[in-house]
């Protein structure tokens, strides 16, 4: 029996994750649920699954929760709040797996936690890694925690790696000459770049293929996901960013093409359902999960095509980055999307503004000197990013003021 953690319980990750569990009531127990303000889902959830904690982000809204489960005398679940006590449920001694689906860099510390504790990590939060890079991947490796991608597209490279990808005699990312990520192209993928001026939050939600949550909706439509998906990949599988394609693939059939130097093309497919990468990061392949039928229709209609970077400008951020070193800069990428997608949430700019303040936040002097510039500490990063955030709010601010 496995203790599991999920950071971010009341996401679609987490709900999805809980699903897949739940067909296994004696390998798992689910033994922390966390949640930032979704009082309600988190109430519902620990109604159903009686974890030993409950987390919220807020410790207000914590105290709400605690006070509605007093009338269930049976439960006795912990509720407690405040960041830090995502970090605690994360390292605990008694956590086994930690589900990390925490969005945007809100989820760093905890991701990190886990990493710094030797837990087998499930990780759905690649803006962690993106943010700290070197210093991530030195905590899993000290730690011997297990890092295992939840990123449909990085879950598919790396079921196509041999079973020693990793350990210190394994000569397979040499051996990899070219990783291809797809992308659905989300709901503009045939849209016209003059059609999209006035998008609204709704529209740009509307994925055609995947449930997602609204920031990852956002960052699907206007492909920053794939941004951070290459870099992430970099980073996972120790592959310079010239080895790494992004492909369109409007039917998110394919997740992964891996060539390697040997001859040999491996393309990994299967059903758009995040549940798949979720078993198959919690199982071996001894395991079962119902699944859709294999398709020879889509098979005999790949379609997989190189993007118009025209059409998706934030692609063109690729080139600002290290092809295989760590920066400060990859910190601030994600500082300023998160700030700029909440923005966007909130009526406060327009769709197109996303990826054009992103290119004057990365060109600015301050920040283009960070393109060489490792992270030294957390504390480091945790700075830059309050700092970006910030700087980002008031360009939006400035330039809303001279429109």
């Known amino acids: 029996m496995k203790n599991v953690t999920i950071l971010g319980s009341t996401g679609t990750i987490g709900e999805n994750t809980l699903n897949v569990i739940a067909g296994f009531p004696s390998k798992f127990n689910v033994f922390a649920l966390t949640a930032n303000k979704s009082i309600e889902k988190l109430y519902r959830q620990v109604l159903d699954w009686r974890p030993r904690y409950a987390v919220l982000s807020c410790t207000n809204s914590a105290k709400i929760l605690s006070d509605k489960l007093k009338s269930h005398s049976a439960i006795k679940t912990e509720v407690i709040g405040g960041p830090e006590s995502l970090q605690f449920v994360a390292a605990h001694e008694e956590t086994d797996y930690v589900m990390a689906a925490i969005v945007g860099g809100a989820g760093l510390l905890s991701s990190m936690s886990a990493a710094r504790h030797g837990k087998r990590i499930l990780l759905a939060n690649k803006e962690s890694l993106v943010m700290s890079g070197e210093l991530f991947m030195n905590e899993v490796k000290n730690s011997g925690s297990q890092l295992l991608p939840i990123d449909s597209e990085h879950n598919a490279i790396f079921q196509c790696l041999p079973f020693d990808y990793g350990s210190p005699k394994s000569s397979s990312s040499a051996s990899i000459t ?51 998906e290459v870099i992430e990949a970099k980073k996972i599988f120790n592959v310079s960013l010239n080895k790494i394609k992004v492909f369109s693939h ?121 393109r060489l510039k490792k992270p030294i500490n957390l504390a480091q990063i945790i700075r830059l990013n309050k700092y970006v955030r910030l700087k980002t709010r008031s360009l939006c601010v400035r330039s809303s003021d001279n429109v």
């Open 178 to 228: 070219k990783l291809i990520l797809t992308g659905s192209g989300g709901p503009f993928l045939n849209t016209s770049a003059e059609k999209l001026s006035d998008i609204s939050v709704e529209q740009a939600c509307n994925h055609p293929n995947w449930v997602m949550g609204q920031k990852i909706s956002i960052d699907s439509a206007t492909m920053m996901n794939k941004v951070f």
């Open 250 to 370: 409007p039917e998110s059939y394919v997740h992964a093409i891996v060539k390697f130097k040997n001859g040999l093309t491996k393309i990994l497919i299967h059903d758009t359902n995040m549940k798949i990468p979720i078993f198959n990061s919690l199982f071996n392949q001894n395991e079962k999960i119902k699944s859709d039928k294999l398709n020879i229709k889509k098979l005999n209609n790949l379609n997989l095509k190189i993007i118009n970077k025209n059409q998706f400008p934030s692609l063109n951020l690729i080139k600002y980055f290290s092809s295989k070193n760590n920066s400060l800069l990859e910190t601030v990428l994600v500082s300023a999307n998160d700030e700029l997608v909440d923005l966007f949430l909130k009526n406060k700019i327009k769709y197109l503004d996303i990826t054009k303040n992103l290119l004057n936040v990365l060109k600015l002097k301050e920040f283009k000197r960070l």
